[in-house]
């Protein structure tokens, strides 16, 4: 009997490990994936921002009429959110320097910081109804706002005075 528990425990063990093993090889495929599409991302967009969005959309020149002046307001909108954050992390930096960066800043940072978040999040979406409102092919808009989701995380992860990751 016990050699039958022994035999069960250790087919059961290996069992576990075969599906751990499997699942580490998934989650590596999909990292590897992840990276892969980041790079490609971050080739595309390296000719610059306007270009990239225009060979996304294929805007005719009646959208593109429509399109260019509406994305000019949100890139300038957007700019103004950078250049918020940037302070924000500025300031971060100069305290945290200064060994004067407190809990209390700490979460007025985080607050801050969701803020701009929500506000990034508000300016998109009101762009995704101009858009809408102008003629845009709900299609297009829509795939734009997917672009500037793409662009934004991309833009957060390499943001300069981001914390570093620590490895444990």
Known sequence: MTRSLTT??????????????AQDADRAGRDQ???????????????????FIARQLSLTPEEAATFWPLYDAHQAALADLAERRAELLRERDEQVAANEFD????????????????????????????LNRAGMPVAKAARYVELENDLRALRHFGLEGAPDYVSQ
């Not at 250790?10 to 069992?15: F, G, I, K, N, V």
């Not at 994936?33 to 270009?51: D, E, S, T």
């Not at 800043?105 to 995704?128: G, I, K, N, Q, V």
């Open 33 to 51: 994936r992840a990276v892969a599409r980041v790079q490609a991302l971050q080739q595309a967009v390296a000719p610059g921002k306007q270009i």
């Open 103 to 130: 809990d209390g800043d700490r979460a007025d940072l985080a607050e801050d910081l969701l803020a701009l978040d929500t506000d990034e999040a508000e300016l998109l979406e009101a762009t995704f109804g101009r």
């Open 8 to 21: 069960l425990a250790l087919a059961t063990a290996l069992a576990f490990a075969g599906t751990a093993l």
